[in-house]
């Protein structure tokens, strides 16, 4: 698997007992990913950013993602071209981990969340909009059916994932007590504006 240049795009390494779930779970933050074979809840809490998750259904193999394009184009060339570029092979890596699981490509589907408009200030360009419409039309031609989805309106979610069930539980936050995740996501979009793609993906076939 090729990575991104400063390691933007990588496995979550953050494993946690989770009380309330009374389960083992991961959490992914901006750029990581996680897929796996095993009973292991995935949680991620979304702003601008979108999270998908992936699961083989008849294999129980499952696994989500949690990314942002670059929200300034200037700096990056053509918008379609780069910001594409960069949430396909966000998407590629996730479904090429899955592959690697043993999930079969033609079983895949998709549970999509995020999306919020939650960076104040900025009205020029909907970060969480072009994150929506990508992630649609990515998994549109990769025909990949989409199950559910929780997109766009103007808080952030906090997203449990149970790849063996399929389940999905979100919890919409109305109010914020701080900064940590627009801060986030503001890091981790600068992070990404000032680093390039290294070589490409390449897939495990059926």
């Known amino acids: 698997m090729n990575n991104l240049d400063l390691d933007n795009t990588h496995l979550g390494p953050n494993r946690y007992y989770d009380r309330h779930f009374d389960h083992d779970a991961v959490k992914i933050l901006p750029g990581e990913y996680f897929a796996t074979r095993d009973d292991t809840m995935i949680v991620t809490v979304l702003g601008s950013c979108v999270s998908v998750c992936l699961r083989d259904a008849q294999l129980k193999i499952g696994g989500m993602n949690h990314f942002l394009l670059p929200n300034d184009t200037s700096c990056c060339g053509d918008s379609v071209g780069d910001s ?50 990508f992630v649609l039309e990515y998994l549109k031609t990769e025909r990949i059916p989409i199950l559910a989805a929780d997109l766009l309106e103007n808080y952030p979610r906090k997203v449990y994932f149970f790849p063996a069930t399929g389940k999905v539980f979100v919890r919409k936050i ?4 701080n900064s940590t995740i627009m801060d986030r996501e503001s890091e981790y979009s600068m992070r990404i504006r000032n680093s390039r793609l290294v070589g490409e993906v390449e897939l495990f076939g059926d």
Not at 91 to 98: G, H, P, S
Not at 174 to 177: A, E, G, L, R, T
């Open 84 to 133: 594409g570029r960069y949430g396909g092979y966000a998407m590629e890596v996730l479904i090429n981990e899955l592959l690697k699981l043993g999930a079969r490509r033609s079983g895949l589907e998709a549970k999509i969340f995020g999306g919020g408009n939650v960076l104040r200030g900025i009205t020029a360009i909907n970060v969480g909009e072009r994150n929506s419409e």
């Open 174 to 177: 109305k109010s914020m007590h």
